[in-house]
């Protein structure tokens, strides 16, 4: 995914302005990658023993109550308007382009990002009625139907996606995520899972999905 340019209103207040700005720095660090989103992350190792606090012979300082060193998350109404600012010029493109498919993907994009999945679903939607092959806009999307909520519609998709490509890495991970979480459908998660791997010989992560494999079968 490409990075866009931030345009910030003179009269945002401080708030939206740092909901801005913690979005644009999320895209930065993503830029690039269009089917990050369609990695679900493994679950990390729970039994890591934390290292030993550093002794120190000073005093401690005092602290302020009042002094928070974390700043607090954008809410949803902030990442929404950041959402909003961010894809104004690319609505204004598809204003003279209605049909450009990989716009409206970008679109998709930047609404993903801010958590706006009913957005995202529409964009990416039209996006696929222009390019139905396209299999990692297709995998977004079902992406997006599991964090809106709807296990069955996101199943669906991914199904639709390995009609077209049915050794997709990504696709064929998350089906078996959302199998598993969603449906509580174990064999049909592994199934999944150990397709990717019998298809996909050099996965960067097959170290994970044998783990996830080997939790699922275990429980």
Do not use: H
């Not at 913690?22 to 990695?39: D, E, H, K």
């Amino acid at each position: 995914m490409t990075e866009l340019t931030t345009t910030t209103s003179k009269s945002w207040s401080a708030p939206q302005a740092f909901a801005l700005a913690v979005f644009a720095l999320l895209l930065g660090i993503c830029g690039g990658w269009l089917i990050r989103r369609s990695l679900a992350a493994v679950p990390a190792e729970t039994n890591q023993v934390a290292p030993p606090a550093a002794s120190t012979s000073l005093p401690a300082a005092p602290v302020d109550p009042n002094f928070s060193s974390v700043p607090a998350a954008p809410s949803a109404a902030e990442l929404k308007q950041a959402a909003d600012t961010q894809a104004a010029p690319l609505l204004e493109k598809l204003k003279a382009d209605p049909n450009n498919a990989a716009l409206l993907a970008q679109v998709g994009n930047l609404y993903y990002d801010a958590k706006q999945y009913p957005a995202a679903i529409e964009y990416y939607q039209r996006s696929l009625k222009l390019q139905p092959t396209d299999t990692s806009v297709g995998t977004d999307l079902g992406t997006a139907y599991w964090y809106g909520g709807d296990a069955d519609a996101a199943i669906q998709q991914f199904n639709k996606v390995l009609s077209i490509a049915p050794t997709k890495a990504d696709t064929l991970f998350n089906l078996g995520i959302v199998e598993w979480q969603g449906k509580k459908d174990n064999k049909a998660a592994v199934a999944a899972w150990q397709k990717l791997l019998n298809s996909n010989p050099g996965y960067n992560n097959k170290d994970g999905v044998l783990q996830l494999i080997a939790q699922v079968e275990n429980q």
